[in-house]
């Protein structure tokens, strides 16, 4: 802190750096923003695949703007006003995660087991987005639409509890899905480049550095060594430039 204070700019500014761990939390307050004003986690990848999400099946809804996810449940939504026509998928995930609160105890016997996830790709003419059903309310008018993090550094939550962003491959028919499964990337990527803005005393090593999230492990803490060779090539092969 001290250094930053006499040497402001030499605060790794123009850096990327690649957290290759468990992923990182995308909606922690110090990730949010380096201290120049940039965005700081610049893109998330996943190279375990736990996220994948086939989204190749064409559904149209009906006249009454009702359309059937594959998960059985009929989603409703004023569609013709964005989506002409809809890729969906269902995501079936199985979440048993240890809940932080009390409050989270109701939520976590619901999630226990196998549950669905309805995935509605479209392209709006300009980019494809996508929205995940993951209020099970029915009512997509209720969930947040994304499209790729990289482009617009958006993110939504599961349950209110777990934070997720999105890329979009192959034409819409492949959707990843990209979750923190546990929390120690998040404390590797605060310590080396979190920024407080008012508050330099908080902050990580170089918080004027931007982030690439790498995630190579599963919801079980379990370490793929071919994902980690493939997240340490990919910092070599390709070049993502700073923003």
Known sequence: AHFLLKY???DGRGLLLAIIDHGVDISLPGLQKTSTGL??????FDFTGIGNVDTSTIRKANAENILNGLSGRKLKEDLK??????????SKTQRKTAWKTDENKKLAQIISTEFFIDCIVWNDGKKWRTCLDTSLSKNLDEIKVLTNFRDEHEYSFIFEEISYCITIEDEGNLVKIFVSPHDHGSCVANIAAAHFPGEPKRDGLAPGAQII????????DTEYSDSLNEAVSFTFKVKIKPY
């Open 8 to 10: 402001p700019k030499y």
């Open 39 to 44: 965005p700081k986690i610049v893109d998330c």
């Open 81 to 90: 006003k964005k989506i002409a026509e809809e890729t969906v998928a269902t």
């Open 213 to 220: 999230s790498m995630n190579i492990t599963d919801q079980n």
